[in-house]
């Protein structure tokens, strides 16, 4: 084959990987549904056991894949168990100190962000932007009385914003 072909190729490969931005894991933006099932199926044990900080674990689950139009706009994640109010501010207090360890910088919190019973319920608790601004992570925490979870949202950061702004 002609080295014009293979460096050709080479970029039209390059640039289509450029273009998939990575929400989580495996998991990227518009991607296929059905592939995006299928790779949930297939990593499944890894999947069911995420850490985002000490002592907590959360679970990719099929109702975790938000599609639209058939593509995977974004990716929930939550707190594998039940947890107690105690346990779902500590899974918060964690979250935080894992995100900013990677990088994340938080571009809202609420006052209340790390206790369950003072966040208002209309607003988003708290996110964070990745540093190469590509992806969104929300970290929201829902329950009542004795029993509460802690959701893990990753959205693509441009589609975001353009949803935000009713652009989408």
């Given at each position: 084959?002609?080295?014009?072909?293979?460096?050709?190729?080479?970029?039209?490969?390059?640039?289509?990987?450029?273009?998939?931005?990575?929400?989580?894991?495996?998991?990227?933006?518009?991607?296929?549904?059905?592939?995006?099932?299928?790779?949930?199926?297939?990593?499944?044990?890894?999947?069911?056991?995420?850490?985002?900080?000490?002592?907590?674990?959360?679970?990719?689950?099929?109702?975790?894949?938000?599609?639209?139009?058939?593509?995977l706009?974004?990716?929930?994640?939550?707190?594998?168990?039940?947890?107690?109010?105690?346990?779902?501010?500590?899974?918060?207090?964690?979250?935080?100190?894992?995100?900013?360890?990677?990088?994340?910088?938080?571009?809202?919190?609420?006052?209340?962000?790390?206790?369950?019973?003072?966040?208002?319920?209309?607003?988003?608790?708290?996110?964070?932007?990745?540093?190469?601004?590509q992806?969104?992570?929300?970290?929201?925490?829902?329950?009542?009385?004795?029993?509460?979870?802690?959701?893990?949202?990753?959205?693509?950061?441009?589609?975001?914003?353009?949803?935000?702004?009713g652009?989408?």
């Amino acid at each position: 084959m002609n080295i014009k072909y293979l460096l050709i190729l080479f970029f039209v490969f390059l640039f289509e990987g450029a273009a998939q931005t990575i929400l989580f894991d495996e998991f990227y933006f518009e991607m296929p549904l059905s592939e995006a099932k299928k790779t949930l199926k297939k990593n499944q044990k890894k999947l069911t056991n995420i850490s985002f900080g000490p002592k907590t674990v959360y679970a990719v689950r099929k109702k975790s894949l938000v599609n639209e139009d058939g593509v995977l706009i974004s990716i929930n994640l939550w707190s594998k168990n039940n947890l107690t109010l105690q346990k779902a501010e500590k899974y918060l207090l964690e979250s935080r100190i894992y995100f900013e360890s990677k990088n994340y910088k938080t571009v809202y919190a609420q006052e209340n962000w790390s206790k369950p019973l003072l966040v208002k319920k209309n607003l988003p608790c708290i996110r964070f932007i990745d540093p190469e601004r590509q992806v969104l992570v929300e970290v929201d925490p829902r329950g009542q009385g004795s029993i509460y979870n802690i959701f893990v949202t990753y959205y693509n950061y441009d589609w975001f914003l353009k949803k935000a702004r009713g652009e989408k």
